[in-house]
């Protein structure tokens, strides 16, 4: 089996344990990370009504002007962290389950999970 197909599997076999364990509902909404190999992107999702309810990415027009082209993608998960946590702040959401969507805690994902922390969402 070729490497990238290997880690791919990995990857969607520990999004499916995590998945069986986190569901969004309507007090609780699920936070969930995806990142390509230049860009991340964070969705708030009731998952009992499948509505995402607050959304962030490195596209996102105001995110998009912060950013300089000098910084580093952990510096802009960091951005996208804290624009997620304000969005659902002014959305009245405060507690979140996160899901990491079987990617390792660690780098970017770490980098946007405790930037959202400190901006003032809990989970």
């Known amino acids: 089996m070729k490497k990238n197909k290997l880690l791919v599997t990995r990857r969607l076999r520990r999004k499916r344990s995590i998945r ?4 969004g509902t309507s007090l609780i909404p699920r936070l969930t990370v995806f990142r390509s190999n230049s860009h ?8 009992v009504d499948s509505k995402t309810l607050v959304s962030a ?4 027009a105001e995110t998009r002007g912060i950013i300089k082209s000098e910084m580093s993608k ?3 998960s960091k951005l ?3 624009a997620i946590a304000k969005k659902a702040i002014t959305a ?4 979140v389950a996160f899901d990491r969507n079987g990617l390792l805690y660690h780098g970017r994902i770490k980098a946007l999970a405790e930037a959202a922390r400190d901006a003032g969402l809990q989970f």
């Open 20 to 23: 069986r364990k986190i569901s």
């Open 40 to 47: 991340i992107y964070a969705q708030i999702i009731n998952d």
């Open 57 to 60: 990415s490195t596209l996102d």
């Open 74 to 76: 952990i510096e802009k």
């Open 80 to 82: 996208v962290g804290e």
């Open 92 to 95: 009245n959401i405060t507690k």
